[in-house]
């Protein structure tokens, strides 16, 4: 799990730092029923999902090609090639789900 890259990214993670694609852009969203919710409406705390596309060579719970739940406040920003990333430590991540978790009986697929 150390030099990873996605598309050939010209970047290689360091220590426990894992990068990240979000799932969708933040702004508007649909509610389970269909209804929906304006970027500018308040909501509590939101965490969100992401693709896992980069890791460190010390990261040990996550892999490229996981979703991994993270929080979006807490979080750092980098470009790379006209695509939006975001970079976090390991220990930032919430929760994995991963296919590679789908095997066990006992199995959520959520990795907490």
């Given at each position: ?6 598309d ?5 993670m ?6 990240v694609r ?22 509590g705390?939101?965490l ?5 596309v980069?890791?460190?060579?010390n ?5 490229i ?16 090639r006209?695509?939006?990333?975001v ?5 930032d991540?919430h929760?994995v789900a991963?296919d590679?978790?789908q095997?066990?009986?006992?199995s959520?697929?959520l990795?907490?």
């Open positions: 799990m150390s030099e990873n890259t996605h050939k990214l010209p970047i290689r360091l220590h426990d730092r894992v990068l979000t799932d969708s852009p933040e702004g508007e969203r649909r509610s389970g029923g269909g209804i929906l919710i304006p970027a500018t409406a308040a909501v705390r939101r969100a999902w992401a693709e896992v980069a890791v460190g060579q990261v040990r719970t996550v892999e090609g996981d979703r991994v739940l993270y929080d979006p406040e807490d979080r750092a920003e980098v470009e790379v006209g695509t939006a990333y970079l976090m430590r390991e220990r991540l929760a991963a590679r978790f095997g066990t009986s006992d959520t697929g990795y907490l």
